[in-house]
């Protein structure tokens, strides 16, 4: 396919993400009804710079995971662009993706299942090595040892199975799987919730190393603020589906814009008995993505919602150098 | 090839001088635990299985009477067939009337089987109350020892007396039946003269209480038309319903959202005001903890390490384990490059040796650390930690405690 | 090179001391299979299961053998054993004085076959002379084996074509999963039946030959059982996270089916093999009776119970119950071994299964 590859421009950005869509249709068969979707993914766009960290901030259900599985390809996209490394990874055609898919990996949520059950460690980290050949025959047992040790396993454990191991040392081996085929972009889908707070650090100061080492660029998916504070470089926040603010780490955390952002912010608990938080307590419930609100989709929960919030959807407009804002609060011209 | 060829070579001397890593236990090994944990389990379920006790075997007077639960030297084991997990493993701690006491502590460090083995509800035949003893004392200042406590007598405790807040409010609801009629079903059991039009009332008082807007809608809901925080709010509404003494909350916010979690904390805090009831937060969050809790206690694989007022913990904390678990926690006000991390893993306890659990784990473990396990050390009247380094009141740096060696 | 070998000795000296700090395990665990193994050996059922099944296979393995090597002989050996036989036969008959008389008819006959149970003989000699118990073994070997094969292939079919439907889906699905419902809603006996006679009828084709058509004719039935299981399961292991990841390195179609989704459907595989396995062997048993499977003079038990049919005199099932009543019990002994060792085994490969 001829249009699969863009030009790309600006040579700073290895992923460049354009309105990107992806709706379910929610029934199959509708007779007489208009067909209706679940706006997973509304119209976002974002792009990264190569070796930094982009942090995708939201909670359940606001399209965080979906937009990470998309840009990879795991779900078809339904409209919109996503440029990786000059190609237009929504447009090409599924054999030379798979070509690709060495390029970009992910970490998955969940240790526990995201490792096949029936295949020992090495098997699990090496499959793939060898079915694209990243590294020739002779030297490929040695190369899996040496992953294994960058991520702080063990070389004994390469014929160990899964269950045998505990979720943080799951999750070195999943990170392990990804790094072994030597990618330049890496999605981490909450690849800390499933873990306890003493091996969250472990997993984290890993990533960190493996950054430093081998230049990687991460789109770091979570709900856990502080972590996200602590990792990226670039923050979006994502309400039901769209991208409400963005910026850098330091716009964001020190001049939160978007009413959401400030809630989320002031949610965080503070690990100090004496610091009471100003907190602003959102009320009710995130709105089903099957029928999202008129207008601005926060407006149900958001303190300072007015008429033209049910009216008009505000757009994603730039206030500061990069920091981007969807709020009518500020002016839309 | 070099690095796993050495391992063999390795292997194969360790095997020579016969050092033992296998993992996997023998059929022998394995047969000598099933013999030994049957006959241990056997007597436990006689003792349980004893009908008409008699009330004076398990009346008992509490230690201070402010205190609603009181924890002392509980062991709860559980016989499992790779051998004994010892879950809980000599916990003392008091839980006072009105206030709030977090427990904090990673998976399996037997923070969930020490309230579970308040509710009695530790799952038999493996799981068994060993030693020690749990004093709860009722409205009426009358004193019970559970761990003695015949089990249609506590039927008449748990949920009426102590009620429980579970992690996961998606399985705690029954699917089938709609919101009201679970909700009614609780007050229905606990009150003895209540007749349905009463739990009702009762019920959708509740549903007020806890700050659901629409209780009339919610009272004829199923519990999959709820989303998570709503759900989480009628399991507190039921939790309320018989206006508990004490509130088990076991990880409430754990499975929410950072809104939600804020909404929820929130009203913990405003309902226990309202019943003057005392709250059990169990969880592995430490701003949750230093937001609600009045006293916390750490737990490390089975044992209490730590324990304190929130103050003394967050601001003077002793134990090293407890030291690098705030260490830990990113934030953006870490400037260091590399995150503090406790090295290895969460242990499991089984077979712990007889040195400091955390010892291994530890930066600054001493000789003694792998010799004996250390005694609790008392700071003020509330902090207390149990590490050798603390033993002369203080952390000390690890040249002068050999010294005095 | 060299700050390679540094680094790996570093490595593994720090594994030493992490080992012998009882650091990274300090207690054992069972291995998985020995904990399905201990779950299977709680159920009495699924040890008497056990038990029958090892003796119908000792039975029909070794049991020849044995006897090859006491007596000297094999399936085909005949008897005769002189036995005189008496005989009465009666008549009513009305007398010429219009009364009525019976008419009674001593009579000795030497007959060869039928013999009793004997030292010699334990279960007697049948209607052709051959010695029933030899041939009980033997006819046990065959529908072992027939059953082993039929089930070995239809594994293989239902695991390939399950695969194909679970894993692309469409039209693959649509397409393989018709024809399982074409096979599936078909009366299964009468078609064998049908068939069968159809084979048998057919000169061109030797008897020894048809076992193998009837092979091939029970694997055609059979085989939509295990390709429903296969897609079922494998749309269910296809959700899990462990496949997305496989689809983001990046891993082949065929690789991602049988080397990340068919291992897993192995211990469903199993329980519905060891559960099909007495579906066959009673198939097989019921085509023996009706002459259509094993041809004679090999035995089989279906055949061996077919001598008793009554549509062919009710001397055998009235007076000779050495003769049916063992291959009876033998079927009823190895089709109820199998589905205790299936059931055992389903509730030891998962537990929640249980009460």
Known sequence: MENAYVNNNNNDDILIVRNLKKYYPLSKISIGKKRSYVKAVDDVSFSIKRGTTMGLVGESGCGKTTVGRTILRLHDVTDGQVIFDGMDLAKIPPRKLRRLRPQMQMIFQDPYSSLSPRLPIGEIIGEAVKEHKIVPRSEYRSYILKVMHDCGLQPHYYYRYPHEFSGGQRQRISIARAVALKPKFIICDEPLSALDVSIQAQIINLMKDLQEQYGYTYLFISHDLSVVEYLSDTIGVMYLGSMVEMGEKKQIFDNPMHPYTKALLSAIPVSDPDVKMNRIILKGDIPSPVNPPSGCKFRTRCPYATKVCAEVAPKLKEYESGHKVACHLYSQD | ?405 | MIEKEKAAEQTISNINQEARDGYEQHFKVISPGRMVAKRFFKSKLSIAGLYMIIFVFLFSFVGPLIVDVTWGYEELEVFKIERIDDMVSTADFKGPDGKIYTYYDKSQTLVYFKAPPSAEHWLGTDTSGFDILTRLMYGGRISLTISFIVIFLETIIGVILGGLAGYFGKWVDQLIMRIVDILACLPGLPILLVLSATIKSIDTIPAEHRIYYMMAFLTLMGWTGVTRIVRGQILMLREQEYMLAAETTGISPMHKIFRHLVPNTMPQLIVSATLGLGGVILYESTLSYLGLGVPFPRAAWGSMIALADPSKGQEILAYYPNMWVPAGILIVVTVLGFSFIGDGLRDAFDPRMKR
């Open chain 2, 1 to 405: 090839m070099g690095l796993l060829d050495k391992w063999r070579q390795i292997k194969q001397a360790e095997a020579e001088q016969g050092i033992d890593h296998t993992m996997y236990l023998t059929l022998k090994e394995e047969r000598r635990i099933s013999r030994e944990n049957n006959r241990i389990i056997r007597q436990f379920e006689r003792e349980k299985n004893r009908k008409n006790v008699p009330e004076e075997e398990y009346l008992t007077k509490m230690r201070d009477p402010n205190n609603v639960v009181e924890f002392e030297n509980l062991h709860t084991y559980f016989f499992t067939d790779v051998g004994t997990v010892k879950s809980v493993n000599g916990v003392t701690f008091d839980i006072p009337q009105g206030k709030v006491v977090g427990v904090v502590g990673e998976s399996g460090c037997g923070k969930s089987v020490t309230s579970l083995s308040l509710m009695q509800l530790v799952q038999a035949p493996q799981g068994q109350i060993v030693s020690g003893s749990i004093r709860y004392q009722d409205r009426n200042g009358k004193c019970y020892e559970i761990t003695k406590m015949p089990r249609d007598k506590m039927l008449k405790v748990r949920g009426k007396e102590i009620a429980m807040i579970f992690q996961e409010p998606m399985t705690s609801l029954n699917p089938v039946f709609k919101i009201g009629e679970q909700m009614d079903e609780v007050v229905l059991l606990h009150e003895e003269d209540a007749t349905p039009k009463m739990a009702r009332e009762r019920s959708l008082e509740m549903l007020n209480l806890v700050g659901i807007a629409d209780p009339q809608k919610v009272y004829n809901n199923y519990p999959h038309e709820l989303s998570g925080g709503m759900r989480q709010r009628v399991m507190i509404a039921m939790a309320l319903s018989c206006t508990p003494r004490l509130i088990i909350a076991d990880e409430p916010t754990t499975a929410l959202d950072v809104t939600i979690q804020a909404q929820i904390l929130e009203l913990l805090r405003d309902v226990k005001n309202k019943i003057n009831g005392s709250i059990m937060l169990i969880t592995h969050d430490l701003g949750v903890i230093a937001e609600m809790a009045d006293y916390v206690v750490v737990m490390y694989a089975g044992r209490i390490i730590e324990k304190g007022t929130v103050r003394e913990i967050f601001h003077n904390p002793k134990h090293p384990y407890t030291i690098g678990l705030m260490r830990s926690k990113p934030s953006g006000k870490t400037k260091d490059n590399r995150l503090y991390s406790i090295k290895g893993q969460v242990p499991n306890p089984i077979n712990m040796p007889n040195h400091c659990y955390f010892f291994n784990r530890c930066d600054r473990a001493i000789e003694i650390c792998a010799e004996e396990y250390p005694e609790m050390v008392q700071f003020t009247d509330t902090h207390s930690a149990a590490c050798h380094l603390c033993r002369n009141g203080g952390l000390m740096d690890t040249n002068s405690t050999k010294e005095q060696r």
